[in-house]
């Protein structure tokens, strides 16, 4: 058989999917910058900004008010909002945390994946532009494995309560009691933060673990 046509070993190909994974691999300095969490709502967006990866608790935190106009101008209000807050921070942004929508929500459905859809957009296109977030890393999460992360398993919160309830007391348990007055859309941007900087640690260590790995082969 001819080399020019002759087919890749499974090997071969299994070393070409890790050198595209290596070259597709999020830049560990990116994700040690700020991290903004977004919890969308097609009324109320909760939003809440960390200053760096190492940091447990939320710099700022707050809820963007949309309540009336119709779904395109609530969404772009939302988006607007974002922007101003993005603008007016200090910190640099390296990542940006965003919940989806549940499948079957008590609000209607559209509703939810549009300003989802605006927001995951304008995120997106704050990591094409060149300035202050170079690299920016987007990622989205699932509520219900953000509730699995967050909410406590044990004790009578796992068996009592709502799940607003169960969410707020996993916050809280993470970050102490300051966090129980804040607005439950708040409580569920920080809930995805929480997620997110779980997340993102961890690519953070496994890099420096491989980092001292190849020093020490040196």
């Known amino acids: 058989m001819n080399a020019n046509t002759k087919k890749n070993s499974a090997k071969q190909r299994g070393d070409m999917s890790l050198d595209r994974i290596s070259r597709k691999k999020t830049d560990p300095v990116v994700l040690q910058r700020g991290v903004?969490?977004?919890?969308?709502?097609?009324?109320?967006?909760?939003?809440?900004?960390w200053k760096q990866m190492?940091?447990?608790?939320?710099?700022?935190?707050?809820?963007?008010?949309a309540r009336n106009g119709s779904l395109a101008e609530r969404a772009t209000r939302i988006r607007d909002s974002l922007q101003e807050i993005y603008e007016a921070?200090?910190?640099?942004?390296?990542?940006?945390?965003?919940?989806?929508?549940?499948?079957?929500?008590r609000k209607p459905a559209v509703e939810l994946e549009a300003v989802f859809s605006e927001i995951n957009t304008w995120s997106r296109s704050l990591a094409k532009k060149r300035g202050p977030t170079?690299?920016?890393?987007?990622?989205?999460?699932?509520?219900q494995t953000v509730k699995a992360t967050v909410c406590p398993r044990h004790g009578e919160w796992a068996k009592e309560g709502t799940s607003k309830e169960k969410l707020m007391a996993g916050v809280v348990g993470h970050l102490g009691t300051d966090y129980r007055f804040c607005?439950?859309?708040?409580?569920?941007?920080?809930?995805?933060?929480?997620?997110?900087?779980?997340?993102?640690?961890?690519?953070?260590?496994?890099?420096?673990?491989?980092?001292?790995?190849?020093?020490?082969?040196?």
Do not use: F, K
């Open 36 to 49: 903004l969490a977004i919890d969308p709502g097609s009324h109320q967006t909760g939003w809440a900004w």
């Open 54 to 65: 190492e940091d447990l608790r939320p710099a700022m935190v707050g809820v963007i008010e």
């Open 89 to 105: 921070c200090d910190w640099p942004l390296g990542s940006v945390a965003i919940e989806r929508p549940i499948p079957y929500h």
């Open 134 to 143: 170079p690299g920016l890393v987007v990622r989205t999460y699932n509520n």
């Open 183 to 218: 607005p439950e859309d708040a409580i569920d941007a920080i809930a995805v933060g929480l997620m997110h900087l779980m997340v993102i640690r961890q690519e953070v260590l496994v890099d420096l673990l491989v980092n001292d790995m190849v020093n020490d082969r040196l």
